[in-house]
């Protein structure tokens, strides 16, 4: 995993948080969205089986938007969508892209303007237009062992 692209704005916030589960992971979800509310862009970084997904299932269980085996990783369809009482979590893989215009297709930029919306976007740190509009970064990595990850959040208020 690359060092994030330099946003043009600094972060005003960070917050270093550990799990050593599958379900420590999935916890983290109520946390994180405590600390990120709508509306915000987020990317998620980390290698491929890093916890990005499950990750996205903790945020969406915590905002009543889905249980967390109804949510998936959208790497075939680029864009998931899950309503939640208050906040959408809009889920983006974008692994299989590679240029802008493709992103162009997307449509991130109309949902990242949803004010009620937190949109989440995996492989986003591929796109420099992206990194300069984040509004929120969540790095994970491996820990000391097969199950813990470490989590890094950078994001501004």
């Known amino acids: 995993m690359s060092d994030p692209i330099v946003p043009t704005r600094e972060w005003t916030r960070e ?3 550990r ?3 599958v379900n420590g992971t999935l916890a983290l979800g109520e946390t994180i969205t405590e600390l990120l509310r709508a509306p915000k862009l987020v990317v998620l970084r980390g290698d491929l089986g890093a916890g990005k997904t499950t990750l996205v299932k903790g945020m969406a269980v915590a905002l009543g938007a889905a249980e967390a ?6 790497t075939f369809t680029l864009v ?6 208050k906040t959408r979590l809009i889920h983006l893989d974008l692994y299989r892209l590679e240029t802008e215009q ?3 297709t997307v449509g991130l930029w109309e949902l990242a303007d949803a004010s009620d919306a ?12 992206i990194m300069q509009r984040a509004d929120a970064i969540i790095s994970i990595s491996p820990g000391e062992n097969e199950t813990e990850r470490l989590l890094l959040l950078h994001w501004r208020d």
Not at 69 to 74: A, C, F, G
């Open 15 to 17: 917050k270093r948080l």
């Open 19 to 21: 799990t050593r589960s």
């Open 69 to 74: 085996e109804d949510v998936t990783s959208p």
């Open 80 to 85: 998931h969508e899950y309503r939640g009482r």
């Open 102 to 104: 493709e992103l162009e």
């Open 118 to 129: 937190l949109v989440l976007v995996e492989w986003g740190d591929k796109f420099s237009s």
